[in-house]
């Protein structure tokens, strides 16, 4: 099989919030072909890699990525073609330089990053093995454990709903991954049942979770609790709670504006709020429960709540390991997000999740809010084994192209496949 890439072809396609993103195509000289795209986020970290948009307003309203396109189609593919696509880190390491920015910002880290997952791909392919096995080889074994978003908040509700953005189910108690699907399949549906009940509507925000408009950050927890029962399931022993407020969306003024609860809180205040919570309900993690830049709170979260649960950090991190390795020096967490399109490239998403794990910090694989049914991120999360992952509500096609994907994946494996359940967070299991 010659590996040698022959050809890069970029395409403004839509995500699944109708936006443009960037596809690619990569050719490879034996023939095979393979497709990347790239998702995009709402709640965006300042410190992320750019994502670049024409801002051409009588183009999707300035959202437009044809300029990425077309530097996929230029500038990346002059330098890229004619190189071996198993060549990984050399090929990432020359569009980084090619870009020459210390955030992807001439050539976008969206054109960057489509190009550098279409050429895993085309790897993979050419080797006859599938993504997860020619990413992780003989040891990527262990499923995840789905953190399902079934209750969206914040900017994913258009802010109509609670503050915090996202609260999560962790079927954890499950024996397979199948199986925690299928609980999560269930818990979803009888939270509707619960929210019908209750009188509220049942629309869905960005990640397929339901909306409701709560009058509290604490009614969503409640609200769950009930799902899980009444799916005749037991709440700490079966399934978790995982929570990312998302805070550096509601962060002004070095205060932090509970809109639903009509009060502000400085980082302190929040820490006694998310400790109240942790003590009233079967909590595994809490992700950027302090905003990107407040340090110093996140020194205090990490203090009192660092050794219960997992304290992962997305907007804070960034996927970046120059970010995470201050937080490891000045202790501010025990785990990282880890999301390919806030760095930009597949290597330094590994080298982001090496770090991590050479520091026993989790790494917790995530989706973004504007996907397509790309399902890269599914055999990523096996091949780094990083034993858990976010991809949404267990509904909508975009969500479910990650999850289906980790059906095949556990399906392929057989017998050699095991559920990573209460080890895979960085806090053992409490219940
Ligand atoms: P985003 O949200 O994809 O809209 O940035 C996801 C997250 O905050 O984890
Ligand atoms: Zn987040």
Redesign the pocket.
């Known amino acids: 099989m010659d590996n040698t890439i022959v050809g890069l072809q970029a395409l403004e396609i839509l995500d699944s919030r109708g936006n443009p993103t960037v596809e690619v195509e990569c050719t490879l000289a034996c023939g095979v072909k393979a497709r990347a795209a790239v998702p995009s986020?709402?709640?965006?970290g300042v410190h992320e890699a750019v994502e670049l948009r024409d801002g051409d307003p009588k183009h999707f309203g300035g959202k437009g990525v044809t300029k990425a396109v077309a530097h996929v189609n230029g500038a990346i593919a002059e330098q890229i073609v004619g190189m071996d696509a198993r060549a990984q880190a050399a090929i990432d390491e020359a569009m980084i330089a090619l870009d020459g920015t210390p955030n992807k910002g001439r050539l976008g880290a969206n054109a960057i990053l489509g190009v550098s997952m279409a050429v895993a791909r085309a790897a993979a392919n050419a080797a006859d093995l599938p993504l997860f096995q020619y990413l992780g080889g003989p040891d990527a074994t262990r499923l995840p454990v789905p953190n399902m978003n079934i209750l969206n908040g914040g900017?994913?509700a258009r802010w109509q709903g609670a503050d915090f953005?996202?609260f999560m189910i962790a079927p954890y108690g499950a024996d397979s991954f199948r199986e925690a699907l299928e609980w999560g399949s269930e818990i979803y549906h009888a939270l509707r049942s619960v929210l019908m009940e209750k009188g509220h509507r049942v629309g869905v925000g960005d990640e397929g979770g339901f909306a409701p408009e709560v009058s509290s950050n604490e009614e969503p927890l409640e609200l769950i609790m009930q799902g899980i029962e009444k799916a005749g399931l037991k709440p700490g022993a079966d399934v978790g709670m995982a929570v990312?407020p998302?805070s550096s969306e509601f962060f002004r003024d070095g205060r932090y504006h509970l809109r639903t609860e009509n009060r502000t809180l400085n980082a302190a205040e929040l820490v006694d709020y998310y400790e109240k919570l942790v003590a009233n309900y079967p909590f595994v993690l809490l992700?950027?429960g302090l905003a990107e830049d407040d340090w110093e709170g996140w020194q205090i979260l990490n203090a009192r709540l660092g050794g219960v649960i997992e304290l992962v950090g997305?907007d804070l991190f960034v996927t970046n390991v120059q970010r995470i390795k201050r937080g490891i020096r000045e202790n501010v967490a025990n785990a990282a997000?880890i999301k390919l399109n806030q760095i930009g490239t597949l290597t330094e998403t590994i080298a982001a999740v090496r770090t991590c794990s050479r520091a026993g910090w989790g790494a917790f694989v995530?989706h973004?809010?504007?996907e397509t049914v790309d399902s890269f991120i599914a055999d990523m999360t096996v091949a780094l084994d990083t034993g858990h992952l976010k991809s949404g509500a267990p509904a909508r096609g975009e969500r479910l192209a990650k999850y289906n994907q980790l059906l095949r994946i556990e399906n392929a494996l057989g017998s050699a496949a095991h559920f990573a359940g209460k080890n895979a967070y960085v806090r053992p299991v409490r219940f």
């Open positions: 986020g709402a709640s965006t900017v994913h953005q996202e990312d998302a992700e950027d997305d997000l995530s973004r809010s504007g």
